[in-house]
């Protein structure tokens, strides 16, 4: 029998051995929000088969299952979710090839899936999309998507046996596109293992009851830690993060003052760049509106244009507030 | 929705994927195991098994119809992958995919032969049906003499199908660098030594298609949608352009009708007008003359003309045979 012999498995070993070295400073982030979803098998850096080689060094065989580690020839990761959910650009990039034909749940060779190439060379790789009809696919060709951007939702088309993201990083050889581990060694991306979006409560400047005479206009603070996988920024296009009202979600608020941006939206983050770990501050005025009483006013981080932050991570966060008469 | 909710479903897909996954991973055959060898069962020994099928043939000019149905009436479990030609025998699948995988090669007789093959993607048939290309879970080419009862392995790949077989032995196949996510395949040649040649220049492959005079067609995914292209052309020579999501598409014999399916609707596309949708289904088949187009349609199969009109039902899965190899 005369072996087929691709330039794939030479190429993948050199690359292998160098992945971990060529990128310190990348901000590619885990492609989905929900910090709870668990990693069902990475990636084999054993191209022998039967043999698996998983991101810590370990070596399995396949005489028995090892779930949340690795299997044969997976070039890949994959992460279990429901039907539908959102599926994130790991780093913003231009869409350079998607497929939306197959039905969401329709076993076959292939699949639908989103493909981006990022400004480092690298490309991500989203497979078992839903299908476009179902809103498997929320990006078109040459479309730009920064990082953490709704790319697609989960499904389970191709060869898939329950609705998962198969996640794969590409590096470009020529031609060739080979997959590399991006777990391997946790040294190519400055933020491995996080969700795009996510903050936990700091403080603030009044963690008690905000007490407003009617008609006039206070200050108020809070800060959140950036939990999350991306850099928070204040003025770009899309995705620029603002502390907004909540319950529900963008209501006008009663407490809007002369310096925010919307009736909704008390304010973007101050600083220019909120880097992954960084605490970020949102000040923000609050005017007694409303007649005299008690009230409570909810927020919540929004990555404006691509979603809300996850509200019982930062803690369900809210503004108790007191109006009083101007005299009394 | 409820945290609560959203934890019951991760924990429904975690539990459906884990062992279904391991199934397709876990004793798959490893490149140093014998060639899997076939067994025989007579007609008898097939009922008994509770595993026997029919082949139920509708004659009708120029093409019979072969329905696959199990031998007490029942719907067969399993999957059609491929019919001969001639209508004497199919190849069908149990547990596609998964390490029990079986190749059940059923005859017009009652007679079988049955394969174990982990993990099976794909079976075709040679235009004389005495041979059968098969890619196991690895990717992984086999021959099987279906006269003789044999097999060997031809290449390794990884091949995610071999949609032709050639009547000088040649295999027609994709070979990919993954068998789960398939972003990329190349069309090539395997001839009876195992050598491998590529066929065409196209970075993402999805099927092949002879037509009548002998030309290759290949049905290839581009960012901009899917083309039918003359695969060995000098020069890239593209026969159709289906647009995007365009998938799982099938010809006429002599390539003037063109079925595919969107995302679980049938579109046609005649000589002499542009792109019909035909209604709901999957996995169209042109009828050789072009007037009929089988498809998958609630659990069963339909025959519909190229204008829509269902004009028959089958409750299995079905499929187009030459009606002059029919059997009495």
Redesign the interface.
Known sequence: MTRMRLALPMALAVLLLTAGSVAALDDYTLPYYDPDVELLYGFDRDGRVGVQLDWTGKTWYDSQPHPGRVYDNHTGIDYPMPLYTHVAAAKRGTVVDREGGYGTQQFGAFGNFVRVRHPDGRQSLYYHLASKADGGLLVAVDESVPAGEPVGRSGCSGICYGPHLHFEVLVENGQLLIPIDPMHGRLWTTWPGRVPFLATYVRESNGGTEVIRRGQTITHWVEFRNRGGRTWRPDQARGRIALATWDPPAHDSRFAAADWPATWMATTVNQGSVEPDDVGRFTFGLRGSPPAGSYVETFNLLAEGVRWFDHAHLGGYYIPIVVTNLYE | MS?RT??A??A???A???P?????????T??ADPAPTLRRLDAGAARRNGVSVSLQRTPGPPAAILEVRAADGAQFAGRLLDVAPNGASAALAEA??SAAAVLVIARADGTQLRLEMPGL??ATFSSDGGRLAVVDG?GRLWAVDTAAATS???????F??APIVDPDGTTIA??V?????????RL?A?DP????SVLSDEG?V?DALRLANGSLVAVA?R??G?VLVVAGAKHRATVADLG?????VSLSADGSVIAW?????IFVRTASGPPAEIGPG?EPAVAPDGASVLVRRDGGSALVRTDGTEIGRFAAASAFVECAGCAP
């Open positions: 945290a959203v934890a479903q991760r429904v897909a975690l459906a994927i884990v279904l996954l391991a199934m397709l991973i876990v004793n798959v490893s490149a596609l995919g993607l794909a690895h060997h392995a031809l290449a390794d790949g990884p995610i199908d994709l070979a660098p993954s068998i789960e996510a398939p972003f990329q395949s090539v395997i030594a195992g050598a491998v993402l999805y995914h960012p901009r899917t995007p999501d365009a998938v799982n399916e969107s995302a679980g609707r999957s």
